[in-house]
């Protein structure tokens, strides 16, 4: 028999900078999502290099262009609200220097390097108030 297998995920391959409660939380939302479809974290904890996070591997944003290439990343999703402006800003010219859109998170809205965004109406709904109530039920 010979069976042939075709998947037709047409989701946007995204990488998650930062593999702490926000970025997990955010997989978590896009796991579910039909939009995107996570491939890997990107985080600066030498810790969690080559580990696993939720299923998800991490690596350091120097192995992030190999991945990013690997996997056709379109996006990155910066789930770090504490990293400062100045990192904020590195962080997206690297990689739209790449042609990868970014989009950050902080306080409670979402960002991306031109102009305030909605990745999607619902991922604006989890992000705002809906984001408390998620935490305040784990």
């Known amino acids: 028999n010979i069976y042939i297998m075709y998947t037709f995920d047409k989701r946007i391959p995204v990488a998650i900078y930062g593999a702490g409660n926000t970025g997990r939380q955010i997989l978590d939302y896009l796991n579910e999502s039909l939009e995107y479809k996570p491939y890997f974290f990107i985080d600066d904890n030498k810790k969690l290099y080559k580990t696993k996070v939720n299923e998800l ?18 996006t990155v999703i910066i789930a770090n609200p504490k990293l400062s402006l100045n990192l904020k800003k590195s962080l997206i010219k690297k990689f739209e220097k790449n ?11 979402v960002f991306n390097s031109k102009e305030i965004i909605s990745l999607t109406k619902e991922f604006i709904l989890f992000l705002g108030f809906h984001f408390n109530i998620l935490l305040a039920f784990e």
């Open 57 to 74: 591997y991490v690596f350091n944003l120097k192995d992030s262009t190999r991945y990013t290439e690997k996997y056709g990343i379109k």
């Open 99 to 109: 042609n990868i859109d970014v989009k950050t998170i902080s306080s409670n809205n």
